[in-house]
């Protein structure tokens, strides 16, 4: 049997006041695989905080914590690993830096991407987005056949991202995503991140 799908939580591009409480009850709420901080417009002194701050709340828990888009700091940090996307500089150069470490590359809707960022040594190719999303301005949109696609020919995971809910994620994990990246569902679920991560794990155990 293959591997169940998991959640891959990503944290809000700006995080609130008492945050790190907030995600250690997240994280105690169900199954999570792997957390990334993303935070796309803070400085370098920021992030690095927040890496302190947030790392060992993760790896406390077993769960893998990767830094988005900057591979230096992640490998001077201690993270798990880093996700990078196509405009985030030397995949090569990061797969080097992070040998042993996962490294995870945005794919898009590209067949040709993800091949790319599988020979490159990538741990794991991301798709998407797959719905309408407001955390970021999506330029791409995937559509399961990949997933289905990318499944069948490859044993490196493939995780699907954008606008995914515990409403919308069946058909992406009947698909074969191994793993359901997420924000807007779990930080802005009406009940509370909690809700959002009991809802999403509720929601992909009940489509597998
Ligand atoms: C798991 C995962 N998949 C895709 C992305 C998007 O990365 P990127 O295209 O570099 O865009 P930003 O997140 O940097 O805005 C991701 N972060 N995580
Ligand atoms: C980072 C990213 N890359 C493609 S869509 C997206 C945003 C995912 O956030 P949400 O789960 O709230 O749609
Ligand atoms: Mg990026």
Redo the contacts with the bound molecule.
Sequence with gaps: MDDPCRLYL?TPPVLPGGFADQLAAALDAGDVACLQL?LKDAPRDAVKRAVEALRPIAQARDVAFILNDDAILAAELGCDGVHLGQQDGDHAGARMLLSGKILGI?CHDSRHLAMLAGEMGADYVAF??FFP????D?KFRATTDLLEWWSEIAEIPCVA????TAENCAPLVRAGADFL?????VWNHPDGPVAGVRAMNAAIAAAA
Excluded: L
Excluded at 133 to 136: A, F, G, L, W
Excluded at 161 to 164: L, Y
């Design positions: 990503i993303r945005t998407g987005a999303t407001s955390t970021k999506a991202i954008g606008g995914i990246a997420v924000v807007g569902a």
